[in-house]
Nanobody, 118 residues
Framework: QVQLVESGGGLVQPGGSLRLSCAAS????????MGWYRQAPGKQRELVAA???????MYADAVKGRFTVSRDNAKDTVYLQMNSLKPEDTAVYYC????????????WGQGTQVTVSS
């Protein structure tokens, strides 16, 4: 089993930045993919960004050029640097890790709220 703890959400003004972190614990040696999803009120959960252990990266079109995903394999931690935030980025952001699938879809974090508002 893998446990995920997210941090870094909050309230930010449009154009601002936030950095999300997600630390994995438990049976982490076999984690292949790590990533972030988000779910806004009344909408389906969507993939935001993902990164594999070998460095393969993908982004949703809506965040390309503004968000950067990275991971520290030694710390079993994945990050999401979010710049130039927009009100439409407001959502609960969920971390996800997976032993074999791409994009990740196996273990979920508890979610962290990101609100972009003036």
């Amino acid at each position: 089993q893998v446990q995920l703890v997210e941090s870094g959400g909050g309230l930010v003004q449009p154009g601002g930045s936030l950095r999300l972190s997600c630390a994995a614990s438990g049976t982490t040696f076999s984690i292949y993919a790590m990533g972030w999803y988000r779910q806004a009120p009344g909408k389906q959960r969507e993939l935001v960004a993902a990164i594999s252990k070998g460095g393969r990266i993908m982004y949703a079109d809506a965040v390309k050029g503004r968000f950067t995903v990275s991971r520290d394999n030694a710390k079993d931690t994945v990050y999401l640097q979010m710049n130039s935030l927009k009100p439409e980025d407001t959502a609960v952001y969920y971390c996800n890790v997976d032993r074999s699938h791409w994009p990740p879809q196996d273990y979920w974090g508890q979610g962290t709220q990101v609100t972009v508002s003036s």
